[in-house]
């Protein structure tokens, strides 16, 4: 057992020391992501800004359901406090239109959701983090605070893609 915690500390190693080298480009500039900026769950903006993982989401059977607590933030002071620049957690820039959730570390950035009610029905990605985020539970983005009280809190069941999860 011993050897195998060390074999899992050092592969968590060696794939953080990968993702802190890698390079994105973003917004017509090159960033080097940097562990201190990102998670090791962190997967590259390209990654994040596909529209779906190859072959379509719905198509590889591979998505489970969550019942989880769903609430609803926005980009304003009063929900993300001194995080309120408009960047995400894994260094997603805000755009109009977009639609993402936050949720716990045991979801990769990227992984992919269907929270019913939110965004029509379709896949929306792990893009940020929260504080009060802990377990099956998950923030809902919305461009407006008064968007985000109005979905007030909601008892769901959410498919999760586990294609990028860590766990």
Known sequence: MAVVAIIMLV???VL?????AVYTKADGRVTSLSAAATEPDAVSQAALNESEIEGGPEQSGEWRTVRMRVTAYCPCEKC???YADGITACGHKIRPGDAFVAADKQYSFGTEMLIPGYKNGQPVKVLDRGGAIRGDRLDVFFHSHEEALKWGVKYLDVKVHPGLQTR
């Open 11 to 13: 592969r968590t190693c």
């Open 80 to 82: 993300c406090g001194e």
């Open 16 to 20: 953080s020391c990968v993702i802190s």
